[in-house]
């Protein structure tokens, strides 16, 4: 550019026009830099750098500089184009449904399970609420709920008799993964786990009514060989121990397979409470019973399982507290609900067992509480029954001074009535 | 008409309003839904608790239409929509009292099902009620699909479907005649049948008419009463 220039000056000064020729020069120079810019221009619009002559010095080095970096955007954009499809044929690959939700539950991408399981369709429903199109209460639910440890069962919207498990959960800035899975199978082996317990106790049963029935005439008969007496009561006592297994047994299976227990009744638990108190068949040498009564409130559920959950609970209390002691029947109640408290004076749990307690045939000791009647079932019932009825069971206790079983009701099942109602 | 067309407003509340509304239809139509599953599957499984509960249900999906209608008129009184926003409200203040109609029926059936589980039951278990129900309840659920999707093509789907479900009311009806005759002490238990599967059969009458009101509010054109042959010939772009 300069030797340009200077050539240019110097013809001027040959002519002795020296600044005129320097112009002169400066002009073309500058037209022919227009001219590079806007051949440039024209190349980059039309991609086609066939008719762009590079020249030499500054142009040279941008055009390289542009080459390299365009190359290197080009193969960049291969490379992430293949990733993006190596990522979608994975995602497809997955046998679990999953729905790419943005702030306003709206689906972003879909993956092809989900086209599968929920009936999605990927371009039509890119854009429209989730909720539009799977439109189960209990999903709607839990995706405007903000709990992303539950997960709900909904019947699939596609082939009747399926399930779907969906959770929900949250990633990046706002945006959610709705995850859907087949768990028909699931719910159709322990379907088949709870007919077969229920099954088989019921078949259990009626054998068993027969050998009862003849061991309770023979020990009632009198004319029994001394020697045969003690195998024959035990016997018959073991029966009875069995045939109540049996029942527990058969109605756990049952509570399990119910769902949320219906509010047809209304329970007055101060009633229940008192009625239990004076029925319960304890032995004479049984710790004192009392019954707090802070509340008229009443519970909407089922009775006949309100019931059992206090018998049960009164009937551990009993076997684990001496006659010196004192249990106690408190039922209170406030705004953000209710509790029936069980509070006993024995010689408590060690901590270590408590998480395990409503467990099939947990036995803190299993030598000891066999010979004392205890079967196992008893907190087990008590937890599906409070389940059933949406509360829950919380157990404190300290060894040496007692336990206390409260089990929690959630307002919208208490009742605060006035006394009269149930009369 | 695409879903975007009705995002498609200046007023970005009005968009947010008319978005909300449609989905409270639709969790609305779901919850509709679900009462229907789990009433046919306590007829069908004799589930009397089941079916007491669908019954005392009935009142979260009557809450529901009461509030949409409320916000419906909300949205005339402020922002007098017109033309497609207009369709829109006009047919969902029509499909929610559908909806409301299939939860009562629904509800009945809840009852008779509870009633029925009181009685003997038939070796096949209602199998010719479970078979209405399922086409039935399929009906709802393509009618609410196309409702979310705004898709007229399958929205006439479920208006042709209706015959088939009349059909089999029809068959169901002769079924339950000849049952009563042949043994008088039946007829309590078989009219209660009977009940059962004419509310089926009032609900595939009411997904109808939804689909009715999607193709309304899509292409706006009434095609009430005038014969699915005629409906389907104008072509449904």
């Not at chain 2, 009458?205 to 095609?223: L, T």
Request: hydrophobic share 40%.
């Amino acid at each position: 550019m300069l030797l340009f220039l200077a050539a240019g000056a110097l013809i001027g000064w040959f002519y002795g026009q020296l600044l005129w020729g320097l112009l002169a020069a400066a002009l073309l120079a500058l037209a022919w830099q227009v001219r590079q810019l806007l051949s440039f221009d024209r190349a980059l619009r039309t991609d086609n750098f066939d008719d762009f002559r590079i020249g030499e010095g500054i142009w040279e080095q941008i055009y390289s500089k542009f080459r390299f970096e365009r190359d290197r955007g080009l193969r960049q954009k291969a490379v992430n184009r293949q990733l993006l499809r190596e990522i979608r044929n994975s995602t497809d690959a997955m046998p679990d449904g999953a729905v790419v939700l943005d702030a306003n539950n709206e689906i972003v991408a879909c993956n092809r399970a989900a086209k599968g399981l929920a009936g999605l369709k990927r371009k039509k429903d890119r854009g429209q609420r989730i909720d539009n199109i799977l439109r189960d209460p209990k999903l709607i639910g839990l995706i405007n709920s903000n709990d992303h440890q539950q997960s709900v069962e909904i019947p699939s919207p596609i082939t009747d008799g399926d399930w779907l498990n969906c959770r929900v959960v949250p990633y990046g800035a706002e945006q959610k993964l709705l995850l859907l899975r087949d768990v028909t199978e699931r719910i159709r082996l322990s379907k088949m786990r709870r007919d077969f317990v229920a099954n088989a106790s019921h078949e259990l049963r009626s054998p068993l009514t027969v050998i009862s029935g003849y061991l309770d005439a023979l020990s009632d008969a009198g004319d029994l060989p001394a020697d045969w007496v003690k195998p024959v009561t035990q016997m018959r006592n073991q029966s009875l121990r069995m045939k109540h297994i049996l029942t527990e047994m058969l109605e756990l299976s049952q509570l399990e397979g119910a769902g949320s227990a219906s509010r047809n009744e209304n329970i007055d638990v101060v009633q229940l409470l008192n009625d239990v108190r004076i029925d319960f068949d304890r032995p004479a040498d049984a710790a004192e019973i009392k019954v707090n009564a802070e509340s008229s409130a009443t519970i909407l559920g089922r009775k006949a399982e309100i019931e059992s959950v206090v018998v049960n609970l009164l009937s551990n209390a009993l076997r684990y507290t001496p006659q010196s002691g004192e249990i106690n029947l408190t039922w209170r109640s406030s705004s953000d609900g209710a509790e029936l408290i069980v509070k006993d004076t024995g010689e408590g749990i060690d901590p270590e067992h408590i998480p395990r307690l409503t467990e099939r045939f947990f036995r803190v000791d299993r030598g000891r509480s066999r010979g004392e009647g205890g079967i196992g079932l008893g907190l087990a019932i008590v937890k599906h029954v409070l389940v059933r009825h949406d509360a829950e069971l919380e157990i404190k206790s300290e060894p040496g001074s007692g336990s206390e079983f409260r089990c929690v009701f959630p307002p919208d099942r208490v009742k605060v009535a006035t006394p009269t109602a149930l009369s | 008409m695409e879903a975007s067309d009705l995002t498609g407003h200046i007023s970005k509340r009005f968009n947010k309003d008319i978005e909300d509304l449609r989905s409270m239809v639709l969790a609305m139509g779901g919850l509709v839904e679900s009462q229907l599953l789990r009433a046919i599957t306590a007829i069908v499984t004799g589930d009397s608790e089941l079916g007491l509960k669908v019954a005392n249900d009935d009142y979260k999906v009557n809450d529901l239409e009461v509030s949409i209608d409320e916000e419906c008129g909300r949205i005339l009184a402020m922002r007098a929509p017109a033309a497609s926003d207009l369709r829109l409200i006009v047919a969902i203040i029509k499909t929610i009292t559908d909806l409301e109609r299939i939860g009562d029926e629904a509800e009945k059936i809840g009852f008779l099902a509870s009633r029925l589980a009181a009685m003997d039951r038939p070796p096949d278990s209602y199998r010719e009620l479970k078979t209405l129900g399922t086409h039935v309840s399929h009906m709802v659920r393509d009618a609410m699909n196309a409702f979310a999707r705004l898709d007229v093509d399958e929205a006439f789907e479920v208006v042709r479907e209706d015959e088939g479900v009349d059909e089999e009311y029809e068959t169901i009806q002769r079924q339950c005649i000849t049952f009563m005759m042949e043994d008088p002490r039946s007829i309590k238990r078989v009219m209660n049948v009977t009940w059962a599967a004419r509310s089926l059969e009032r609900i595939g009458d009411h997904a109808k008419n939804i689909c009715e009101y999607v193709i309304y509010m899509v292409q706006g054109r009434d095609v009430r009463h005038t014969g699915i042959s005629d409906a389907s010939e104008i072509p449904s772009d």
